[in-house]
């Protein structure tokens, strides 16, 4: 357990969320972050046609929120639960007291949010300029290597943990072309998929690609 989780889990709450529970809503006062103890976790932003554009997937042992708690009276984007989720809770006013006892927890909370904004720097860049196929395989990629299957064969199997919808709104696209570019790497020979299983048959090849 990280040390900031320690210190601050007399200040915590645990609040159990069934599937598809709002959490918050973009433009409500930002009093409270959050870390994911099960679960999941869906950050996005709704556009007026009532459509939801995914901008980030949290995992157990993920905290959210943090950054508009730190720097910002409000939260821009909405969060709800993707799966029957269980939810530690941590008030801004307790947190911000518990810092000013403690300026090493302060530290520790500004390296995580520096560490978030390279990776949301980098999520950003990928989506600006590479073309989809490319978005995909770095997906897969990336999941391989965080489920860490293992295989007797040269095939290497990992299984997909969200709908291929919410996979579309994860690369920026759509669902139908988010299927066409499956396709194209089946045809290709990079992957075979059934359903939600996908197959790959050599990872040097789906890297070099």
Same mark, same amino acid.
């Given at each position: 357990?990280?040390?900031?989780?320690?210190?601050? !889990?007399?200040?915590?709450?645990?609040?159990?969320?069934?599937? @598809?529970?709002?959490?918050?809503?973009?433009? !409500?006062?930002? @009093?409270?972050?959050?870390?994911?103890? $099960?679960?999941?976790?869906?950050?996005?932003?709704? =556009?007026? $046609?009532?459509?939801?554009?995914?901008?980030?997937?949290?995992?157990?042992?993920?905290?959210?929120?943090?950054?508009?708690?730190?720097?910002?009276?409000?939260?821009?984007?909405?969060?709800?639960?993707?799966?029957?989720?269980?939810?530690?809770?941590?008030?801004? $006013?307790?947190?911000?007291?518990?810092?000013?006892?403690?300026?090493?927890?302060?530290?520790?909370?500004?390296?995580?949010?520096?560490?978030? &904004?390279?990776?949301?720097?980098?999520?950003?860049?990928?989506?600006?300029?590479? =073309?989809?196929?490319?978005?995909?395989?770095?997906?897969?990629?990336? =999941?391989?290597?965080?489920?860490?299957?293992? %295989? %007797?064969? *040269?095939? &290497?199997?990992?299984?997909? *943990?969200?709908?291929?919808?919410?996979?579309?709104?994860?690369?920026? $696209?759509?669902? !139908?072309?988010?299927?066409? &570019?499956?396709?194209?790497? *089946?045809?290709?020979?990079?992957?075979?998929?059934?359903?939600?299983?996908?197959?790959?048959?050599?990872?040097?090849?789906? !890297?070099?690609?």
């Amino acid at each position: 357990m990280s040390n900031w989780i320690k210190e601050l !889990e007399s200040i915590s709450n645990t609040k159990k969320y069934a599937k @598809n529970e709002l959490i918050f809503s973009a433009g !409500e006062p930002a @009093n409270y972050f959050y870390l994911v103890k $099960t679960g999941a976790v869906r950050i996005y932003k709704s =556009e007026l $046609t009532g459509k939801e554009i995914e901008i980030n997937r949290i995992k157990p042992g993920q905290i959210f929120a943090e950054a508009f708690v730190l720097g910002n009276n409000i939260y821009t984007v909405s969060a709800s639960t993707a799966s029957e989720s269980e939810i530690i809770q941590y008030c801004k $006013t307790d947190v911000i007291n518990e810092i000013n006892k403690n300026p090493k927890l302060g530290l520790a909370l500004i390296q995580i949010l520096a560490t978030r &904004c390279i990776k949301l720097n980098q999520s950003i860049e990928n989506i600006s300029i590479e =073309e989809l196929p490319k978005r995909l395989t770095r997906y897969i990629l990336r =999941e391989i290597d965080t489920q860490k299957p293992n %295989s %007797s064969t *040269h095939d &290497c199997l990992i299984e997909l *943990h969200i709908t291929k919808k919410e996979l579309a709104s994860q690369l920026g $696209t759509i669902p !139908e072309t988010l299927s066409r &570019c499956f396709e194209k790497l *089946h045809s290709l020979n990079l992957i075979k998929v059934f359903g939600k299983t996908i197959i790959i048959p050599d990872r040097n090849k789906l !890297e070099t690609h």
